[in-house]
């Protein structure tokens, strides 16, 4: 009955017993005000983004963005692909973030609002949606198919949805999963609820376990299966009675191992053996896990009703030990490679039973100061002391004192080191190496004794290692480090390229390579027969050592004041852990080599709750942190990322960008380079750069971060911009202008060739008029008959005559006068027109009769070319009847812009031949001169010659 | 004896034809009651009016309860606040849970069955999607069914002033028991 009782009250406190991980909250705002979380996801660039009931947020290891979102409902799934992230929100809704830019995505052909439990886009972009109450939705280009109980889907309640091999889907309901299969354009559904072996109908959860075709269920009430898509049936893992709660979420790590979180805030870690489940739990007190996520660095990421919550579980755990455990008080550790860890406080030995960290056994004490423990091949415990020797604990739990060896039986025992049947013991006077004979244990003899005199660089060792290779290393103060193979011994101090004086501690990784941690030095490790050094700038926290000690895959732990840095050989960085990391490492033990190692590699470090755990790292982790080049300004204005060009005034840039890690977000380290301005590297710890007053030219951003100030493998951001040359240094626009100068010199000669050949053309016709019309004027018909005139004049009125012939000298004066110019005022012309009339009306009479009417306006301001009107005039005497019975009356009329002469046509019978080439050269000459037209002809029996002005 | 057996033999008939027509079962008595458990008061309050339906073919359920018929408050007071200040029964009326039944169970055989009922709780006009487990015994076309479960008030807008903090509790316990027969046909 009693035993009974004892075992269901273990049953009762089993769950309750679960330890809290190494875990960090996280708030999404600066007040702490808690906010629930649904949805989380890991982008391209390395961002978690956070799905909250009150919006999106993206973290970059330090702070939470929220991004501006109209639609303020609670957003409850979330995925990403190619740098956009799919929102799915309560309301039903769906919207896309790109560039920190949240646009909705409007979907036709849904009718309905329910909630979006998950969202999801496969590989052929195709995107699904598990809605509350209207089954599933494939969505292509903004339309959407639905598939719900109408075409066989069990139940219209989808919580997950995954995707199968071959065209198929994999869909968790209220009522078991189905698997939706496409064949030609038909709709085929399989489901399989508790009838076919499902645990449970309410599937929550699907997830696919890593490299294989199986998948991860978990479900409301009866805990996590594996389905087997080949077989179609579920795997019959054992595992125990499921009692965590609901599952929310399984993250698959491996093949093997699988995180799941409940509704009642338990973190499980699922190991798959052959036939059965390997549950581990731990507590998340109070907290319901929404969501899981796994960082590349071994992080798993809680989604909660707070907010998140970082756990570190998969790489360091701890044993929490309450009094008699003293972090000031311990003096050294060790592991018996079974279940269980020792360790020595002053006088006393305790012993701790890794399955029950509540239970510290007190083994023993001794009559000094313990100062080392070792257990040797046999798994027998050596014990040092400090002033009361070697001791000796075997299995059946005997301590022996070890007195027959003199120089050990009151020494003072620095460390106690050994490999196969040897017993290695550092004192205050050399290294004594012992064997120990099989059948009696507790008997060792001493077979060798090493000391400055034999070979080792002092006779002070602080650490004895030995390898792989069975040789032992020695770390020495004041000589640095000595070896000893098993016949000779190899030293290497300051003078010898080790730069370190006095070395606390040596160890091998598992590579083999021999590390050794330094006083004030640093870390060292041997390859290529040479010492390399890590110091502050590589990444150390302090460079004085206090211990060290590689795992099984890799990484060195070390122990220095102010923390604990893991070394990351596949990143060649340092992983830190200090307070800072607030998960309660406030203090370590300064104690030398206060460190131990079991058989599976788990590395044990005390600190003041009791033990550190550094776990190997079998699954790839990646401490490299990421950056992201996450904005850009011109002039301190932000502009839209995705701008390269800008032109020649956008000078002034500033790039920012931003680091993204989950390991030690708080020892970023930059360097940029601006490639076609400045090729070296500059280091900073600024989150962004400006370039003032760049040249114009193409350049190549680049940025990197790491850890430290080693750069090697780290990751980059680049971006390529341009800035335009001014206008006036483009070439395409210098060409332009030498063209359009060559064309405008080209057409101002043309334009001059033409004008040249116009005037020349213009002289020449002037010339041609003047010989006509000289030919005319002094043409025998007008002489004889002026002369007949005058003559008659002279015998009847000398007067007359003296008049007219003065008349007649003057038009030919002018005549002269007036033949070099192109143009002469109206006025000037009219009145050689009248000297010219003067003379033959002298000769007709009142035959003929000039009836001008031009205004005085007119006269004075515009030009006629010279001897137009005498030319027409003449020209109307020549081909009319003059006589008194039909007097010839010319008419000359002027406006603004012609002037028109006309007379009635009464043409002679017998017409004076003209060469015709009066009127013919009139109009070259207004053609010349201003690309004027005259016009002439007969019209309603009147002879009309119509002149421009000019 | 005979007439006995001959009894029998018909009650079964009948019996088995009707469970072969009825689907529906309606609620013929039925109690909901809630109670809080506050550092400074325990109030426990109980209605009779439970009102509802399953489907056991389709496996499908409605209930329903008037929020007025609460009854058995520690004062008149307490059952005004209840009904005006909390719960505000004059917008609210009713409060609703109606869905489906989870279980791959056959509810036509007799049998006693726990269930997982999921479906949407609506109290004081807020819908909360629910699972809640139920314990339903069939036996002679009689359905009993007993459910306890919490509603916390944070999920359906239940404001509850600073200084009743210590009076009320965030979360109320509920308790349903309800008895349901083959619905008559008319």
């Known amino acids: ?950 | 004896m005979l007439l006995r057996f001959i009894n029998v033999i018909m009650l079964a008939l009948i019996s088995y034809s009707s469970l072969a027509q009825v689907s529906i079962f309606e609620v013929s008595r039925g109690t909901i009651s809630f109670h809080s458990d506050a550092p400074r008061e325990l109030i426990f309050s109980t209605s009779k009016e439970l009102r509802g339906a399953v489907n056991i073919q389709q496996k499908t359920f409605a209930f329903r309860v008037n929020i007025a018929s609460f009854k058995g408050f520690n004062n008149d007071l307490q059952e005004e606040h209840f009904n005006e200040s909390y719960l505000e029964s004059t917008f609210f009326p009713d409060a609703t849970f109606s869905g489906k039944i989870i279980e791959d169970i056959d509810l036509t055989k007799d049998g006693e069955y726990f269930l997982r009922a999921k479906g949407k709780l609506k109290i004081h006009g807020l819908e909360q999607e629910r699972i809640i487990k139920a314990h339903v015994m069939i036996k002679d076309n009689r359905i009993v069914v007993r459910s306890d479960f919490i509603v916390p008030l944070s999920d359906h807008n239940i404001k509850v002033p600073r200084v009743v903090y210590d009076k009320l509790s965030p979360d109320i316990k509920v308790k349903i028991f309800a008895t349901l027969l083959p619905k008559r046909v008319k």
């Open chain 1, 1 to 950: 009955m009693k035993k009974l009782l004892v075992v269901i009250l273990l049953c009762i406190t089993l769950p309750s017993w679960a330890q809290k991980p190494f875990s960090r909250d996280y708030w999404l705002n600066d007040a702490g005000v808690p906010i629930k979380v649904n949805a989380l996801i890991l982008d391209e660039s390395g961002y978690i983004w956070v799905g909250t009931a009150d919006g999106l947020y993206y973290f970059n290891g330090r702070t939470f963005n929220k991004i501006a979102d109209t639609a303020r409902q609670p957003i409850t799934a979330l995925t990403c692909s190619e740098n956009c992230i799919w929102i799915g929100y309560a309301n039903g809704n769906v919207s896309t973030c790109i560039n920190n830019t949240i646009m909705p995505y409007e979907i036709f052909g849904r009718h309905g609002h329910s909630t979006i439990n998950n969202i999801y886009k496969d590989k052929l972009g195709i995107l699904w949606l598990c809605t509350e109450s209207e089954g599933i939705y494939c969505v292509v280009n903004n339309a959407a198919i639905v598939c719900n109980t109408n075409k066989g889907l069990s139940d219209n309640f989808i919580y997950a949805a995954l995707e199968l091999p071959y065209n198929s889907l994999l869909a968790g309901s209220d009522k078991g999963i189905n698997i939706i299969s496409l064949y030609h354009h038909k709709v085929n559904i399989d489901v399989i609820t508790t009838l076919q072996g499902l645990p449970d109908n309410i599937v929550k959860v699907l997830k696919k376990v890593p490299d294989t075709t199986q998948y991860w269920i978990g479900t409301q009430q009866q805990g996590i299966a594996i389905f087997d898509y080949e077989s179609k049936k579920i795997l019959p893992y054992k595992y125990p009675k499921w009692k965590w709660g609901q599952v929310n979420d399984i993250e698959p790590v491996d093949k093997e191992h699988a995180w799941v979180a409940t509704d009642e805030g338990y973190l499980l870690k699922i190991d798959l053996q052959s036939d059965s489940m390997k549950i581990t739990q731990y507590s998340m007190a109070g907290d319901k896990i929404k969501k899981l996520l796994r960082d590349k660095v071994g992080n798993i990421w809680c989604a909660t009703n707070r907010g998140i919550t970082m756990v570190m579980e998969e790489y360091m755990g701890y044993i929490p030990l309450k009094r008699p455990f003293s972090l000031q008080e311990i003096n050294a550790l060790a592991s018996d490679n079974d279940r269980y860890l020792w360790f020595a406080q002053s006088k006393e030995l305790y012993q701790i039973d890794l399955a029950n960290f509540n239970d510290i056994k007190h083994i023993f004490t001794a009559e000094a100061t313990i100062t080392s423990l070792h257990f040797d091949n046999h798994k027998q415990l050596w014990i040092g002391t400090l002033g009361k020797g070697l001791w000796y604990y075997d299995r059946l739990h005997v301590i022996r004192h070890i007195t027959t060896i003199t120089n050990l039986t009151q020494g003072q025992i620095l460390d106690i080191s050994g490999y196969r049947n040897e017993i290695w013991v550092s004192t205050l006077n050399g290294v004594e190496e012992l064997v120990v004979p099989e059948s009696n244990p507790s008997d060792p003899r001493l077979i060798n004794h090493h000391s400055k005199h034999s070979g080792v660089g002092s006779d002070y060792v602080y650490h004895l290692y030995p390898d792989k290779d069975d040789h032992m290393w020695m770390a020495t103060d004041g000589a640095g480090v000595s070896m000893y193979d098993g016949r000779e011994y190899s030293r290497w101090d300051s003078s010898s390229g080790f730069k370190s004086q006095v070395v606390y501690s040596i160890t091998q990784d598992a590579y083999g390579t021999i590390w050794a941690g330094t006083l004030n030095n640093g870390l060292f490790h041997y390859s290529n027969e040479k010492w390399h050094q890590y110091e502050l700038q590589d990444g150390l926290q302090d460079v004085n050592i206090s211990a060290i000690m590689g795992n099984k895959s890799g990484q060195i732990i070390v122990v220095n004041k102010k923390g604990i840095d893991e070394w990351y050989p596949d990143c060649m960085q340092f992983r830190h852990f200090n307070r800072r990391l607030d998960i309660n490492i406030d203090s370590l033990s300064v104690q030398l080599n206060c460190i131990a190692k079991d058989v599976e590699g788990n590395v044990f470090v005390p600190y003041e709750h009791g033990i550190i755990v550094f776990k190997n790292i079998f699954q790839k982790q990646d401490i490299m942190p990421d950056v992201h080049i996450s904005g850009l300004s011109l002039f301190f204005q932000p502009i839209e990322q995705g701008l390269h060009d800008f032109s020649y005034p956008e000078n002034h840039i500033t790039i920012k960008y931003d680091g993204i890690n989950y390991s030690n977000p708080e020892r970023l380290h930059y360097r940029y380079a601006l490639n076609g301005f400045n090729d070296s590297w500059i280091l900073t710890n600024d989150e962004s750069v400006t370039f003032p007053k760049l040249p114009p030219g193409t350049y190549s951003f680049r940025v990197q971060v790491s850890l430290s100030n080693n750069f090697f493998n780290a990751k980059e951001s680049s971006y390529t911009f341009t800035i335009a040359a001014p206008l006036w240094k483009r070439t395409w626009f210098i060409a332009a202008m030498l063209l359009l100068i060559g064309i405008l010199i080209y057409y101002i000669q043309k334009l001059r060739d033409r004008r040249v050949s116009k005037v020349s053309l213009l002289q020449k016709e002037r010339m041609i008029f003047e010989y006509e019309h000289l030919k005319s004027q002094v043409n025998p018909h007008f002489l004889f008959n002026s002369l007949n005139t005058l003559a008659s004049l002279i015998e009847e009125n000398t007067e007359t005559a003296i008049d007219y012939t003065v008349h007649l000298s003057d038009l030919y004066r002018n005549m002269l006068a007036y033949k070099d110019k192109d143009l002469i005022l109206l006025v000037e012309e009219m009145e050689l027109l009248q000297k010219y009339l003067y003379i033959q009306q002298s000769r007709f009479g009142s035959a003929l009769q000039l009836k001008v009417n031009i205004s005085e306006k007119l006269l004075m301001n515009k030009k006629i070319v010279p001897l137009a009107l005498q030319l027409l005039v003449e020209n109307a005497i020549k081909h009319n009847v003059v006589s008194i019975s039909s007097p010839l009356i010319i008419y000359i009329d002027a406006n603004e812009y012609t002037i028109v002469v006309r007379n009635w046509l009464q043409p002679k019978m017998n017409t004076e031949r003209g060469a015709g080439l009066g009127l013919i050269n009139i109009r070259k000459r207004y053609f010349l001169l201003a690309k004027r037209q005259i016009s002439y002809g007969v019209y309603d029996n009147e002879y009309i010659v119509i002149l421009p002005l000019i």
